[in-house]
T-cell receptor, first 112, second 114 residues
Framework: NAGVTQTPKFQVLKTGQSMTLQCAQDMNHNSMYWYRQDPGMGLRLIYYSASEGTTDKGEVPNGYNVSRLNKREFSLRLESAAPSQTSVYFC???????????FGQGTRLTVV | GENVEQHPSTLSVQEGDSAVIKCTYSDSASNYFPWYKQELGKRPQLIIDIRSNVGEKKDQRIAVTLNKTAKHFSLHITETQPEDSAVYFCAASMGYSSASKIIFGSGTRLSIRP
């Protein structure tokens, strides 16, 4: 049972480049989330998807877009990367009943 | 929207002593309050949670208390051990009754002194 899988694990981008972070879960969860983690700032919610076909902004959505492709997959796109987007990105999923969020292993993104 | 504040940001305790981390939340509709532990370089993992219809929950050396009136909840770790050293996050959501966002506090770095 893989749980939540994120790709890639590491990425270096130049300012202005675009990229998509991929996330997939195999636990049949309804809800999926994208967080960024910066030192001293905790886990800040970028976007979340309560169910397939719906997405909503979180605390820090500017500069990002998301797609809930199907129940399993939730991708995060940076259209024009900026140094301020250097961070560790975590995808997570949860079921409605359980509410526990299961996290992927994280993506360390550096924008130079 | 929901806002979760967590204190302290760093905490150092002697091995064997107790550690307490406190959080407050702003949205009275929140009904689910989990705590996550994140070891260095690892992903956050749930260690204990509490729902709004319960005031206290205990699991071995870990306990969580909830005061709905004051909108605050706390994590208590007793008889601390070196493996308790990590960053701890509290969170709040309305997820117990409907799918909703999970908002985290800013984290507490707990260090256990030998």
């Amino acid at each position: 049972n893989a749980g939540v899988t994120q790709t890639p694990k590491f990425q270096v981008l130049k300012t202005g480049q675009s990229m998509t972070l991929q996330c997939a879960q195999d636990m049949n969860h309804n809800s999926m989330y994208w967080y960024r983690q910066d030192p001293g700032m905790g886990l800040r919610l970028i976007y979340y998807s309560a169910s397939e076909g719906t997405t909503d902004k979180g605390e820090v959505p500017n500069g990002y877009n998301v797609s809930r492709l199907n129940k399993r997959e939730f991708s995060l796109r940076l259209e024009s990367a900026a140094p301020s987007q250097t961070s560790v990105y975590f995808c997570a999923s949860s079921s409605l009943e359980g509410t526990e969020a299961f996290f992927g292993q994280g993506t360390r993104l550096t924008v130079v | 929207g929901e806002n979760v504040e967590q204190h302290p940001s760093t905490l150092s305790v002697q091995e064997g002593d107790s550690a307490v981390i406190k959080c407050t939340y702003s949205d009275s509709a929140s009904n689910y309050f989990p705590w996550y532990k994140q070891e260095l370089g690892k992903r956050p993992q749930l260690i204990i949670d509490i729902r709004s219809n319960v005031g206290e929950k205990k699991d071995q050396r870990i306990a969580v208390t909830l005061n709905k009136t004051a909108k605050h909840f706390s994590l208590h770790i007793t008889e601390t051990q070196p493996e308790d050293s990590a960053v701890y996050f509290c969170a709040a959501s309305m997820g117990y009754s409907s799918a909703s966002k999970i908002i985290f506090g800013s984290g507490t770095r707990l260090s256990i002194r030998p």
